[in-house]
């Protein structure tokens, strides 16, 4: 087997696992064509690229309280429902303003609808939002850097952090995996001290959370919803946690049928 078929073969794995959520052994030996033993092996690269999770007798792309899902994964599920919120939060930013953006798929729905606002100050570390506007005219763009985590294609760490400390924005649009009445949670706390640093330096705190991530929680608390100045949502929240998170900060529910 040449390393380009295994590469290949391992590509044909990956995706199958984020398009389905789970996969057993058994399953992708036969859709492989090689031994179960192979695709253990796979599998174990696979995991350590930060590509998906092992568990025992096949592999997930699943979040848990303990993993956040892959970024593949996350791009291709509730889409209808980050695009409506992405819409949303759009609608608070103006021309002039400066913006932080994070790593999440919901803000990154967020920043296309942004690359014509110009002028603009934009501030990221993810990766896939610097590409929105590297050619866009009037747009100032500062990208935060640290060190690469391929499952999320952004720059995380401590070189990370302290680069959002030295900033201070207008606006900070950010997502997590996990939110109840009272917390936002992340599965990972490289990610989350970025998150939280994020969330000091901007003087209006925004967070965009699709329903399927409320009513959770995850290992690392992010910050009490009570700090966020907006919260968007989609209309698939249930009223009496919308009511619950009401009383704690100003939410917008965002209609993802139109």
Not at 137 to 163: K, M, N, Q, W
Not at 181 to 206: I, N, P
Not at 241 to 250: M, V
Request: net charge negative; hydrophobic share 45%.
């Amino acid at each position: 087997m040449t390393k380009t078929s295994a590469e290949a073969r391992r590509r044909l794995i990956a995706d199958h696992v984020v398009e389905h959520g789970t996969a057993t052994g058994a399953d992708l030996a036969q859709l492989t064509g090689v031994s179960l033993m192979t695709v253990h092996r796979d599998l174990d690269d696979l995991e350590r690229r930060g590509v998906l999770r092992r568990f025992r007798g096949g592999a997930s792309a699943l979040p848990s309280t303990v993993f956040e899902s892959n970024l593949d994964y996350r791009l291709g599920v509730n889409t209808a429902e980050k695009n409506a919120i992405a819409r949303a939060a759009a609608e608070l930013v103006e021309p002039g303003m400066s913006v932080m953006l994070d790593d999440s798929t919901t803000v990154l729905a967020m920043a296309g609808l942004l690359a014509d606002m110009a002028p603009l100050t934009v501030v990221t570390n993810a990766r896939r939002v610097v590409d929105v506007f590297t050619d866009r005219e009037g747009v100032r763009l500062i990208a935060l850097g640290g060190e690469y985590s391929r499952t999320h294609d952004s720059f995380l760490g401590v070189p990370c952090v302290e680069a959002v400390e030295a900033l201070s924005v207008d606006l900070v649009a950010v997502s997590t995996s996990a939110l109840d009445s009272r917390m936002a949670y992340h599965q990972e706390q490289d990610v989350v001290l970025v998150k939280r640093a994020m969330l000091t330096s901007a003087a209006r705190k925004v967070m965009l959370m699709d329903h399927t991530k409320l009513a959770r929680t995850a290992l690392h608390r992010v910050g009490p919803v009570s700090d966020l100045d907006h919260l968007i949502v989609d209309d698939g929240v249930g009223t009496d946690l919308l009511a619950r998170l009401r009383e704690r900060t100003q939410v917008t529910v965002a209609s993802a049928g139109g």
